[in-house]
């Protein structure tokens, strides 16, 4: 379980995310994961890169989401897999809020496709644009998915639970999913199929002309914040500073009524 090597990594995130681990006594327990009996072929590769006895089951169910459900459960049971597996970062029982990031050398964009594969989304939205996104609890995951994809695509994102379920939904369109899908779905790599046929067919959509771009977000720092509260108008520090003035009134209003701190 070589993190450096793209198939390993890919198949650790992919664990990390939909694999669970379970421990009994006298160091009984096991590894399962569970999905769609469509993607089938991806435990088969799991599979074939542990050289360890494991089995590949089905099972049927009835779920919230449809009266028959047709899944497969891939099974490993080794002890010494499984003590690889927890020390590279895998917890046994719950772990949606504490699974982070290897400690040890990665391949990262491997591991962050396999994430994805197991708890993302690639497609179009309903209004047909490209979309890449990840749902995770784990704060720590989240970070490192939003910085990584901040190397990639040049875009920042707040990192904000929802209040409804507290899980960080992280969504990235357009443009910015065309470079982080092309990124992470390069030829010949291992993934769902059904996700790097919905990533490939994202790189042909082009932006509609006279469609406006979201300008880049301001990365605001003392010292323009103290351009900003010096100057008599708004108008003025907008010049100064080289923005338009809406994003500098917003700015002035949080530093005046405290939701940012005022600069030193």
């Not at 090597?5 to 664990?15: D, H, Q, R, W």
């Not at 990665?106 to 994805?116: E, Q, T, Y």
């Not at 040049?154 to 899980?167: C, Q, V």
Request: charged share 25%; aromatic share 10%; net charge positive.
């Amino acid at each position: 379980m070589d993190l450096t090597v793209p198939e390993y990594a890919y198949m650790f995130g992919f664990l990390q995310a939909d694999g669970h681990l379970y421990q009994q006594s006298r160091q009984r327990g096991r590894l399962t994961v569970e999905i769609s009996s469509r993607d089938i072929d991806l435990l088969r590769r799991f599979q074939k890169l542990t050289p360890y006895n494991s089995s590949i089951t089905e099972r049927t169910r009835s779920t919230n989401f449809a009266e028959t459900h047709n899944s497969v459960v891939w099974s490993l049971c080794s002890f010494e897999a499984r003590t690889k597996l927890n020390e590279l970062g895998l917890p046994y029982g719950r772990k949606s809020n504490t699974v982070a990031q290897p400690d040890v050398e990665f391949s990262r964009r491997d591991h962050l496709r396999g994430v994805i594969d197991a708890d993302g989304s690639v497609g179009y939205t309903s209004q047909g644009f490209p979309f890449i996104s990840l749902t995770t609890k784990s704060t720590a995951i989240a970070t490192y998915t939003g910085s990584y994809a901040r190397e990639i695509t040049g875009a920042e994102r707040t990192l904000k639970r929802n209040s409804r379920d507290g899980i960080y939904n992280i969504l990235y369109t357009k443009e910015n999913a065309q470079r982080l899908a092309a990124h992470l779905y390069y030829p010949g790599c291992l993934s769902l199929e059904r996700k790097q046929i919905a990533a490939d067919s994202l790189g042909p959509w082009v932006r509609l002309a006279g469609m406006k771009r979201r300008p880049p977000r301001i990365h605001w720092t003392a010292e323009m914040d103290r351009i900003l509260l010096a100057a008599p108008t708004i108008a003025q520090a907008a010049a100064e500073l080289g923005y338009s003035s809406s994003p500098c009134q917003n700015r002035r209003w949080k530093l005046l009524h405290g939701v940012v701190p005022l600069p030193d």
